[in-house]
């Protein structure tokens, strides 16, 4: 009874391709994000949405393109690949509130790029 | 530019022992500070927050210090065991506005047996 479920769990693809990673949450959250952990484990924010409204766009390559067909899912396209994008793309959700922002990560998108 | 500055980047200590790990922040706006714990192959998961209004908060052997002052805080963990091996990440965000988290670096704490 996954939250947040993120599939694939592992991609491994060449140089140029165009791959989507999808994420969808079962707990009702109105907003959704997309992080990206580095080979440091540094996690960055990249992308909110609000209701399927885009909130937050942290200075990602426009090769990176969300879209949330739904408030339960949020995908992430990736085109023209590079092997600087090999990292752990990680989905989350949360309940915008004043009591603060606990988000529910998935289990992580291990993306290789070779 | 990284918001929140957290160290040690990774430490050892014996089961039994109280690993530190301390963060510090320039914005004075942030005003919730949560702590994930990501175990190898997992997402992050919440594991304790702290508001600015209090110095210091409990659950169970977790304890997070807090320091609005010195904009600083950090977390403790009580009786260490080998299960709380894991990387810790400090984050803090703005209540009003809900939508993101600026984490930490992480510090990757190992609990030998």
């Known amino acids: 009874d996954t939250a947040v479920s993120q599939t694939p769990k592992y991609l491994v693809t060449q140089m140029g391709n165009d791959k989507s990673i999808k994420c969808e949450q079962n707990l009702g959250h109105d907003t959704m994000y997309w992080y990206k952990q580095d080979s440091k484990k540094f996690l960055k924010i990249m992308f909110s949405y609000n209701n399927k409204e885009l909130i937050i766009n942290e200075t990602v390559p426009n090769r990176f393109s969300p879209k949330s067909p739904d408030k339960a899912h949020l995908n992430l396209h990736i085109n023209s690949l590079e092997l600087g994008d090999s990292a752990v793309y990680f989905c989350?959700?949360?309940?915008?509130?004043?009591?603060?922002?606990?988000?529910?990560f998935g289990q992580g998108t291990r993306l290789t790029v070779v | 530019q990284q918001q929140v500055k957290q160290s040690p980047q990774s430490l050892i200590v014996q089961k039994g022992g109280i690993p530190i790990i301390n963060c510090a922040y320039e914005?004075?706006?942030?005003?919730?500070f949560p702590w994930y714990q990501q175990f190898p192959g997992k997402g992050p998961a919440l594991l304790i927050a702290i508001r600015p209004d209090v110095s210091e908060k409990k659950e169970g052997r977790f304890t997070i210090s807090f320091n609005k002052s010195a904009k600083q805080f950090s977390l403790h963990i009580m009786d260490s065991q080998p299960g709380d091996s894991a990387t810790y990440f400090c984050a803090a965000s703005i209540m009003a506005n809900d939508y993101k988290l600026s984490f930490g670096a992480g510090t990757t704490v190992t609990v030998r047996a």
């Open positions: 914005n004075t706006a942030f005003d919730y």
């Open positions: 989350a959700s949360s309940q915008a509130s004043t009591g603060g922002t606990e988000a529910f």
